[in-house]
């Protein structure tokens, strides 16, 4: 079975500050995909990175950057110097060739941003 | 990335109505999917279509049926509308080149039944 697990269901920091948004997952397949997508109060879920099981590396994209770590089944993401345009729900999701590729998304974390 | 669109974007209705909410995609997706959300909650699939006339349920029992009649097309139906179906529909689409499996999402439905 396959399984994301978003263990902070809220989180809350002043605007400058770092902050880590974890996920963790389970899954048996040896091909699979790990996804972040951002829900701000628009209600539209906004498609923010992809990585496969064969890529291990980090991804940095501005204040964005993203650990991926087989070892311990985790893909965290990390925002630099928070804003308030980051408020919003994340959601950590899986996509594996058992069922199809059909995606697994974890519950969300509620990450408030403030001034 | 996928151009997704959904109609309408929000939507009061009182008990009893039949309902169709609208999605199209212009990629050229072959997959299509719905999902059932409270805002900011976990999302729920409730139907996923692989292709045209190829529909399935998803993973939470849904009052709904949809059709995929066309590739860029794939509208949710509710026949009798109840205050229970009050929530956020988003329609999503993937599968093409090399990010198959990437679902790209359309702004959402606000449905509200009185």
């Known amino acids: 079975a396959q399984k994301v697990t978003q263990a902070q269901t809220e989180i809350s920091v002043v605007e400058k500050e770092d902050v880590t948004l974890d996920c963790v997952y389970e899954?048996?397949?040896?091909?699979?995909?790990l996804f972040w997508y951002k829900q701000p109060p628009s209600g539209e879920l906004v498609f923010l990175i992809r990585?496969?099981?064969?890529?291990?590396q980090n991804e940095i994209s501005g204040r964005y950057s993203w650990n991926f770590q087989k070892s311990t089944s985790s893909f965290n993401f990390t925002i630099t110097a928070s804003q308030v345009v980051d408020s919003a729900v994340y959601f950590c999701?899986?996509?594996?060739?058992?069922?199809?590729?059909?995606?697994?998304f974890g519950a969300g974390t509620r990450l408030f941003v403030k001034a | 990335e996928a151009d997704i669109y959904q109609t309408p974007r929000y939507l009061v209705i009182g008990t009893g109505k039949k309902i169709t909410l609208e999605c199209s995609q212009t990629?050229?997706?072959?997959?299509m999917y719905w999902y059932q959300q409270d805002p900011g909650m976990e999302l729920h699939l409730i139907h996923y279509?692989?292709?045209?006339?190829?529909?399935e349920k998803g993973d939470l029992s849904s009052e709904s049926t949809v059709s995929r009649i066309r590739t860029e097309h794939f509208p949710l139906t509710l026949e009798s509308a109840r205050p229970s179906h009050t929530s956020q529909y988003l329609c999503?689409?993937?599968?093409?080149?090399?990010?198959?499996?990437?679902?790209?999402f359309g702004p959402g439905t606000r449905l509200l039944v009185l």
């Open positions: 999503a689409s993937s599968g093409r080149g090399g990010h198959q499996e990437t679902q790209y």
């Open positions: 990585r496969n099981s064969f890529d291990e």
């Open positions: 999701a899986l996509s594996g060739n058992t069922g199809g590729f059909k995606t697994i």
């Open positions: 990629m050229g997706h072959d997959k």
């Open positions: 899954t048996r397949d040896t091909t699979y995909y």
């Open positions: 279509s692989y292709g045209v006339n190829s529909t």
